[in-house]
């Protein structure tokens, strides 16, 4: 299975301020996503991290209020701008593996609060 | 659009089964899943369905597809207060870009 470690595991930041959460895979993967879980929902899916080039973002989500990076096949970056409180969730990096696209790995989560 | 359905809380008794239910709306997914998430923990794959499939048994769970009517169902025997948790039904999809869409999420009480 594939190992994802994201940091931090939490925060508690300031509003107005921003945040950037690291996933690091152990082995390259072709895919990697990033999901947000807000207080006793689902997940939610915010962008598809490209390598490469500008990830995809789904409905409801910008690139100005989420940055993302992927340098790599094991590495990407998303960063919570200018938070206010309705940013507090758990943000999850997620990822398939090359050539093994059947299942999904995720990370433990960050867990974000906003004060 | 994609859209995946679950109920939010289901109850049982130790020892007895539980089925978890969930719809989904896009005919083209490939693979549906069940994650499992206990308080405070990540996400935890217990077991998926490739869409050509119609049942899938793995030990004490049993997940039963029906394409036609987009029907998913996931089913626990012999259900053990460990067993408590969300329940996520979730269905990889390439509408729009290929990712995995997740229901809400179903919370499963297991009584000793």
């Known amino acids: 299975s594939a190992v994802i470690s994201q940091k931090p595991s939490r925060d508690i930041c300031q509003r107005g301020t921003s945040l950037t959460i690291q996933c690091q895979v152990d082995?390259?993967?072709?895919?990697m996503f990033w999901y947000r879980q807000q207080p006793g929902q689902s997940l939610t899916l915010i962008a598809t991290?490209?390598?490469?080039?500008?990830?995809?973002?789904e409905s409801g989500f910008v690139i100005d209020k989420f940055p993302i990076s992927r340098p790599n096949l094991t590495f990407s970056t998303l960063t919570v701008s200018n938070m206010s409180p309705e940013d507090s969730s758990i943000y999850l990096c997620?990822?398939?593996?090359?050539?093994?696209?059947?299942?999904?790995?995720f990370g433990q989560g960050t867990r974000l609060t906003v004060v | 659009g994609e859209d995946v359905e679950q109920s939010l809380f289901l109850s049982v008794r130790e020892g007895d089964s539980s089925v978890i239910n969930c719809t989904y709306t896009?005919?083209?997914?490939?693979?549906l899943y069940w994650y499992k998430q206990e308080p405070g923990a990540g996400l935890q794959l217990l077991t998926y369905?490739?869409?050509?499939?119609d049942m899938k048994q793995d030990q004490r769970l049993t997940v039963l597809l029906n394409k036609k009517d987009k029907h998913l169902s996931l089913r626990i025997a012999d259900t053990q207060t460990g067993d408590s948790a969300i329940y996520f039904c979730?269905?990889?999809?390439?509408?729009?870009?290929?990712?995995?869409?997740f229901g809400a999420g179903t919370r499963l009480f297991v009584k000793a």
């Open positions: 991290a490209n390598q490469g080039s500008e990830a995809t973002y």
């Open positions: 369905i490739f869409s050509n499939m």
């Open positions: 997620s990822v398939l593996r090359e050539g093994l696209d059947t299942e999904a790995f």
């Open positions: 082995s390259q993967v072709t895919m």
């Open positions: 979730a269905e990889r999809t390439y509408t729009g870009g290929f990712k995995t869409i």
């Open positions: 896009d005919s083209s997914s490939t693979y």
